[in-house]
């Protein structure tokens, strides 16, 4: 079954400072997520990837899919109060529309003011 | 802006009592699903619904639990006798293509 990897489990940052959260699959993936979910609350969409070296931007969120397609990453510019939260990225097998998503564990980001 | 909703947003219960937790999807979609988060772990699939059926379930799924469309808008999980370990996050996830918007979530507490 496909494993997702993040990395890391939790990022203290500096209000104004860059970040990046990593995602690594066991297998190829077909669709990665983005997610972000604000402690204890619901999931909150960002982005989605599916071609490889396909990157997306979002304000100051910028996803990347590698080439290979079994790594993203998450960059975040100018980082702010409001991007704390929990990032969770997720992979389908996209054998139909209806693919569940399997999720990594997140990675916890605390901003420092 | 659509957006899926979901009720109650809390909901204490005795262990072995039935409850049902429900969904109101994006209204133009056509896929429907439930996730789990229990405290501190990962979100983990449930259940996919689609032409009022069940397209796929996990092992977490058992005879316990049973979802239903039971009109044109609302989507319900329903858990027949609960136990301490359903105690989790649910949430319910719609989508119409590929990515999955998913509702504030129903926080279950199982004493």
């Known amino acids: 079954s496909q494993e997702l990897e993040q990395s890391p489990q939790s990022l203290i940052v500096q209000e104004g400072k860059n970040l990046t959260i990593n995602c690594t699959s066991s297998?190829?993936?077909?669709?990665l997520y983005w997610y972000k979910q604000k402690y204890g609350e619901g999931l909150i969409f960002l982005m989605m990837l599916q071609k490889g070296g396909e990157e997306k931007s979002h304000e100051k969120i910028t996803a990347k899919l590698d080439e290979k397609k079994q790594q993203s990453s998450l960059h975040i510019t100018a980082s702010q109060p409001s991007h704390a939260g929990i990032y969770l990225c997720g992979a389908d097998r996209g054998y139909s529309s209806a693919s569940k998503i399997i999720f990594g564990s997140g990675t916890r980001l605390s901003i420092r003011p | 802006e659509p957006e899926v909703t979901q009720t109650p947003s809390h909901q204490v219960t005795q262990m072995g009592q039935e409850v049902i937790l429900r969904c109101v999807p994006i209204?133009?979609?056509?896929?429907f699903y439930w996730y789990r988060q229990i405290l501190g772990q990962k979100v983990e699939f449930l259940v996919s619904?689609?032409?009022?059926?069940?397209?796929?379930k996990s092992e977490i799924f058992d005879d316990q639990f049973s979802v239903e469309r039971p009109d044109g808008s609302n989507f319900t999980l329903k858990i027949r006798s609960t136990k301490l370990e359903d105690s989790a996050m649910y949430f319910c996830?719609?989508?119409?293509?590929?990515?999955?918007?998913f509702g504030p979530g129903t926080r279950l507490l199982v004493l």
């Open positions: 297998k190829t993936l077909y669709g």
């Open positions: 209204s133009n979609h056509l896929y």
């Open positions: 619904f689609y032409n009022n059926e069940i397209s796929e």
């Open positions: 996830a719609s989508t119409s293509t590929e990515t999955q918007y």
